[in-house]
């Protein structure tokens, strides 16, 4: 069974969960590896051994920190000819799409962004996507090259196995263009308490029938009885009620939760388009056309507004 390089997502040592994710995968089609860049690789080792890590590639370099992605293209590139894998595992984000991409073409090789699975193939890896708006659904393998692959965060529940993980040391050499492009400052996003909205197990949204700013507060509570993070429709952030950090949908994020909440929230294949591989979909809406009740698994034709306290109570209540 070959290997297969995981990029390892974390901060400053600790190992985001869309990691682990990809490490419970890449047991599927080979050996993990993990490739972890930058400072903290002594607090992130045990983590990665107990997720199946069989050897962790570590190089720590102020070019990791201080310039954006060609530097850690240029180490996984490196992790690629000293281990020769039979795939490439990387986070599904915005940086991780990028690095992919570069590597890719690099390595001359076919990729596959955003898979929602990763499964062995008689002929290498094949992913499943959501296609055309999470419309379709398709697998596919990558014919040339080693398979590049990233994985949207909640795709697999992390599994522990605990491997040998250990850490050699990656001789990265840089390249002219990893200067390229510097970091000048960094500014630390105030925190909220709740998850992070692509890496949330649960997503509670609203839209257009919050109607206003000044009642998100109602959705809020309900995400914070759930453990959840709060997205928006496109027409709610458009109309200043909630930031467009929070925006799901084809123009925000996109999110794949295990459970996701619509309320308020029409259906529009703009925002269909960020939320329809969520596991288990459920919508509150008083319109009961709306277009988002053609793919929910529950769906309450009601006022949010009478909705939504009384789950929150219930909730709570219960978990009281």
Do not use: C
């Amino acid at each position: 069974m070959g290997e297969v390089l995981v990029l390892v997502d974390h901060v400053d040592g600790a190992v985001r969960k869309p990691t682990l994710e990809l490490l419970t995968l890449a047991r599927r089609i080979g050996e993990p590896v993990a490739v972890f860049l930058g400072a903290g690789v002594d607090t992130a080792a045990p983590v990665l051994a107990e997720y199946g890590a069989v050897k962790v590639l570590a190089a720590d370099a102020a070019e990791f920190a201080d310039y954006l992605v060609v530097p850690k293209v240029d180490a996984l590139q490196a992790a690629a000819k000293a281990v020769e894998p039979v795939a490439v595992l990387v986070p599904s984000s915005a940086e991780g799409k990028e690095i992919a991409a570069r590597l890719a073409l690099r390595l001359g090789s076919g990729i596959i962004t955003d898979a929602t699975d990763v499964e062995p193939g008689d002929g290498g890896p094949v992913a499943t996507q959501a296609v055309f708006a999470a419309s379709f659904t398709t697998k596919s393998r990558i014919t040339t090259g080693v398979p590049v692959i990233t994985v949207k965060p909640n795709s697999a529940a992390p599994e522990a196995a605990p491997a040998a993980g250990t850490v050699e040391q990656l001789a990265v050499s840089f390249g002219e263009l990893a200067t390229g492009t510097k970091v000048l400052t960094r500014t630390p996003r105030e925190s909220t308490g709740r998850p992070e909205l692509t890496e949330a197990a649960i997503v509670v949204s609203g839209g257009r029938g919050v109607n206003g700013a000044e009642n998100f507060h109602i959705i809020e509570a309900l995400a914070d009885s759930l453990g959840a993070a709060v997205g928006a429709s496109r027409a709610a952030v458009d109309a200043g009620w909630y930031p467009h950090t929070n925006q799901v949908g084809q123009t925000g994020k996109s999110v794949s939760p295990q459970l996701y909440v619509a309320n308020g929230i029409s259906g529009a294949i703009q925002h269909r388009a960020g939320m329809q591989t969520s596991k288990t979909i459920v919508a509150v809406n008083k319109d009961a056309e709306a277009p988002i009740f053609d793919l929910v698994d529950y769906g309450v034709v009601g006022d949010l507004f009478q909705v939504v306290p009384q789950l929150t109570e219930e909730i709570t209540a219960r978990k009281g």
